[in-house]
């Protein structure tokens, strides 16, 4: 949820799950990692006592009823910090091509935030981008 809210304009957590069409981006994202997890630790499925991407987005959905949620990236991005890209998605990216998966959702956020903080950096007359 960390790449997606601040490529959906600083939104939330508890809004994205509630926006049928973030909802279904980030399912997808989900589905991603959660495919590639089974191939680079050669499973065939989670344990059961690990959560569904349903209940993951159903849990930030009753949790956004009582309190608005703003993933850890959302906050360095508003507050000017470097994002930690390559910690979030360079570094899953580089673990699953090992794996000889592709992240293609994850890797589009990548590309779209690595280009957003370089450009932020360049107006504020930073040298470089700290990706």
Same mark, same amino acid.
């Given at each position: 949820m960390n790449?997606?809210?601040?490529?959906?304009?600083? @939104? !939330?957590s508890s809004e994205m799950v509630?926006? !049928? /069409? @973030?909802r279904s981006h980030l399912e997808g994202c989900m589905e991603e990692i959660f495919e =590639? $997890? #089974? #191939?680079v630790f050669m499973i065939e499925r989670f344990p059961a006592k690990f =959560?569904? *991407? %349903? &209940? *993951?987005?159903?849990?930030? /959905? &009753? =949790?956004g009823e009582q309190s608005t949620i703003k993933p850890s990236m959302l906050?360095?991005? %508003?507050?000017g910090r470097p994002l930690e890209i390559e =910690? *979030? @998605?360079? @570094? !899953?990216i580089r673990i699953a091509a090992r794996a000889g998966v592709k992240l293609a959702r994850i890797q589009s956020m990548y590309a779209f935030l690595t280009q957003l903080q370089l450009a &932020?950096? /360049?107006k504020n007359g930073l040298? /470089? $981008?700290r990706i």
């Amino acid at each position: 949820m960390n790449p997606t809210s601040i490529l959906s304009g600083g @939104l !939330p957590s508890s809004e994205m799950v509630t926006s !049928p /069409q @973030l909802r279904s981006h980030l399912e997808g994202c989900m589905e991603e990692i959660f495919e =590639a $997890a #089974k #191939k680079v630790f050669m499973i065939e499925r989670f344990p059961a006592k690990f =959560a569904s *991407i %349903e &209940r *993951i987005l159903e849990s930030t /959905q &009753r =949790a956004g009823e009582q309190s608005t949620i703003k993933p850890s990236m959302l906050v360095d991005w %508003e507050l000017g910090r470097p994002l930690e890209i390559e =910690a *979030i @998605l360079g @570094l !899953p990216i580089r673990i699953a091509a090992r794996a000889g998966v592709k992240l293609a959702r994850i890797q589009s956020m990548y590309a779209f935030l690595t280009q957003l903080q370089l450009a &932020r950096s /360049q107006k504020n007359g930073l040298n /470089q $981008a700290r990706i």
